[in-house]
């Protein structure tokens, strides 16, 4: 039998009524995508969002994900990093599980790539960075050659 611990285990982020949740309705309002969906539902144009209490979900595999305004979006994301700073993949699926956005995966990335906490935990793996050895010249002509070798290029 396998020992198993807290920290092997996948992590589970649960969407309570929390003040995150509560801004993310307060900020749909002024939300001018948001703004459209809603009119859009009023119309009866559009069956894949929702309105519920006048907060705007979107349906996606009979689950109901809470439409994120752009202002919120790197709350949202901030949030599941706090389970652990994972790759853009796993960040993704962690937000996918509860809340929807448009190019959810592009501003995931760009939030990573500005996440301090993110560059620490994840190092550099494999051989690091060397000096430079710079070739001593002489003052003979041609004693020295450069040569660049290049492999693996495809036939043309």
Do not use: W
């Not at 939300?31 to 559009?46: F, H, N, V």
């Not at 969002?49 to 595999?61: E, G, P, T």
């Not at 790197?74 to 699926?93: L, M, N, P, R």
């Not at 448009?102 to 935990?121: D, F, G, P, Q, S």
């Amino acid at each position: 039998m396998q020992h198993v611990d807290a920290l092997s285990r996948h992590p589970i982020m649960l969407v309570t009524s929390d003040e995150l949740t509560y801004k993310i309705v307060n900020a749909q309002e002024s939300d001018e995508y948001i703004r459209t969906i809603k009119k859009l539902l009023q119309e009866g144009k559009t069956s894949e969002f929702i309105l519920n209490n006048n907060v705007s979900y979107k349906i996606s595999d009979n689950q109901e994900l809470l439409v994120v305004p752009e202002m919120m979006q790197v709350d949202v994301i901030k949030k599941a990093q706090s389970f652990g700073h994972f790759a853009a993949t796993k960040t993704e699926e962690l937000v996918k599980r509860d809340y929807y956005f448009l190019n959810m995966r592009k501003c995931i990335e760009n939030a990573i790539k500005n996440c301090v906490e993110y560059t620490v935990v994840n190092k550099k793996m494999g051989k690091g960075e060397g000096f430079l050895n710079p070739i001593p010249k002489e003052d003979l002509l041609l004693s020295t050659y450069h040569i660049d070798f290049v492999t693996s290029l495809l036939l043309t």
